[in-house]
């Protein structure tokens, strides 16, 4: 069965302090690995598109990651205002049209 | 328009009542998605619609849940007979490609929260 897991459900650290969210997966026939950030009562907001393994994508603070199993969100020095709940989707080869998973996220808080 | 537009972003109603979600998709985006998010939890899945095709609607959780769309415009999520557990946001979003195509980011409306008394 197609799961895509995110890790750790939350995660606390001081401004400043790196660290990495995880997503890994085990699908077939991945066509694409997207990740989203989500603040309260707000919908996703579109980060990256990632394709291949051994791709990276950088954003500001943010570098995200992919290897055949897993990818990496690398947050760089945060700050505040990166607190948000980080979405990972993987699209998904299928019979008719391809399918996206959602993980359940990574709640980050960002202590000033 | 710009970005999927999604109405109303609130609603309150009352169990046992009917209610109806809008969601106008990106202009010329021909996939359109529904999701359900409950209060700190995932998103779930509940219908797709490509173009003409007939729509997916594996997520659907009971006949209760309904959705419409014109062409490739707006669309109708129906909620009949709420009852307390459909009290979530839910989040329309839209692709601008068919599902086949690699890399086929979807962007996400704002939502519409509905909550159940």
């Known amino acids: 069965e197609d799961q895509v897991t995110q890790s750790p459900e939350a995660l606390r650290l001081q401004e400043g302090e790196s660290s990495s969210l995880n997503c890994s997966y085990t699908?077939?026939?991945?066509?694409?690995l997207f990740w989203y950030r989500q603040d309260p009562g707000k919908g996703p907001e579109f980060l990256f598109t990632?394709?291949?393994a051994g791709e990276e994508k950088e954003k500001e603070r943010l570098k995200a990651t992919l290897t055949k199993k897993e990818s990496f969100l690398h947050i760089t020095a945060p700050k505040p205002e990166d607190s948000a709940t980080y979405l990972c989707?993987?699209?998904?080869?299928?019979?008719?049209?391809?399918?996206?998973?959602f993980g359940k996220g990574t709640r980050l808080h960002i202590l000033p | 328009g710009a970005g999927v537009s999604q109405s109303p972003s609130n609603k309150v109603t009352e169990k046992g009542k009917d209610v109806e979600l809008r969601c106008d998709p990106i202009?010329?985006?021909?996939?359109l998605y529904w999701y359900r998010q409950r209060l700190g939890q995932g998103l779930e899945f509940l219908i797709y619609?490509?173009?003409?095709?007939?729509?997916?609607k594996s997520g659907l959780p009971s006949d209760r849940f309904s959705a419409e769309r014109t062409g490739e415009s707006v669309s109708t999520l129906t909620i009949q007979r709420t009852q307390q557990e459909d009290s979530a946001v839910y989040l329309c979003?839209?692709?601008?490609?068919?599902?086949?195509?690699?890399?086929?980011?979807?962007?996400f409306g704002e939502g519409s929260w509905l909550t159940v008394v």
């Open positions: 990632l394709y291949s």
């Open positions: 619609f490509q173009g003409n095709s007939a729509p997916d």
């Open positions: 699908v077939s026939g991945l066509r694409g």
């Open positions: 989707a993987v699209q998904v080869r299928m019979n008719r049209d391809d399918k996206i998973i």
């Open positions: 979003a839209s692709s601008v490609s068919p599902g086949r195509i690699s890399g086929n980011t979807i962007y």
């Open positions: 202009s010329g985006h021909t996939a």
